[in-house]
């Protein structure tokens, strides 16, 4: 008889390599997913592997965190006969030793050499398996994470006071707005102003107004004080004027008549003389050529 024999380590209590190795979440991970495995003494797991016959292995022996161990009932005609047997043990605290034999082959072939190298592979990835599962779990055991874990399964009615909380933000929000809504109308009277936005803009247009018109006022103003000022260089201010004597105004007035007259009748004398004008261009009158 021969025997198929391998040993592995792996970092992780012997509890979880035995649950592993005895349902099916473990095995479907590690071995093959077409299965039906249970934890019981004398049950016979199924492993399907798609080829003509199914794996068919009795539990022949259970102990937990120790020892599992199958009887080969149906299979490949080399498997038929055969045991497999897992036996754990802690070497030191958290590390877990596996020693997996394949038990009674009676001829020593090819396909048993390549079972032997299948098996490794096996706890290869049994033990991948284990310590990814058993670290996830580590980080999931932290206590923030417990803590919260904990507050989810004491208080089931947190979501329900969740969606309470958000409706009243909801409502809160809505009633917000139409109160701001309502403010931004003055009612008088029967009638309503515009809101409070369109009364700041109309407030605005009206101030514009207002300085627009006081800018013209000033500019006529000032152009009325510019003509008032030209009046006043022209003309005289009678609130200024002293009083005059009477006879004093006659008295130039007729000084202002006598030189008006002599101005008169010098021009009218100088128009009826063309005789000046012929001197005034170097010619001698015609009286005095004769005389010549």
Request: glycine share 4%.
């Amino acid at each position: 008889m021969h025997d198929i024999e391998h040993i592995n380590y792996i970092k992780v209590p012997a509890t979880v390599v035995y649950e592993a190795l005895t349902t099916e979440a473990g095995l479907g991970n590690i071995w093959t997913n077409k299965l039906t495995v249970k934890p019981e003494i004398g049950f016979i797991n199924e492993f399907d592997f798609n080829e003509e016959v199914i794996t068919k292995m009795k539990v022949m022996e259970l102990k937990e965190g120790q020892r599992v161990v199958w009887e080969c009932v149906d299979s490949d005609q080399e498997w038929r006969g055969t045991s497999v047997s897992f036996v754990l043990s802690e070497e030191k605290e958290g590390v877990t030793q596996i020693i997996l034999k394949h038990s009674d082959w009676r001829v020593l072939t090819d396909y048993y050499r390549w079972c032997n190298y299948n098996w490794a592979m096996f706890l290869y990835r049994l033990k991948n398996y284990c310590e990814a599962l058993y670290n996830k779990a580590q980080n999931n055991n932290t206590p923030e994470k417990q803590s919260a874990t904990a507050d989810e399964k004491n208080d089931p009615s947190d979501k329900t006071a969740s969606a309470e909380k958000n409706k009243n933000d909801t409502d809160t929000i809505h009633q917000q707005t139409a109160d701001k809504a309502a403010k931004q109308r003055v009612v008088v009277g029967n009638e309503q102003t515009a809101p409070a936005g369109k009364e700041s803009e109309q407030a605005t247009a009206a101030a514009e107004e207002a300085t627009e018109e006081i800018n013209t006022n000033s500019e006529e103003n000032s152009d009325k004080q510019k003509k008032q000022r030209v009046i006043v260089g022209k003309d005289v201010d009678q609130k200024n004027v002293e009083p005059v004597d009477e006879n004093k105004n006659q008295t130039a007035a007729d000084n202002i008549a006598g030189k008006d007259k002599t101005m008169i009748d010098s021009e009218q004398s100088s128009e009826e003389e063309p005789g000046d004008q012929d001197n005034d261009s170097g010619e001698e009158p015609d009286d005095k050529k004769s005389e010549a």
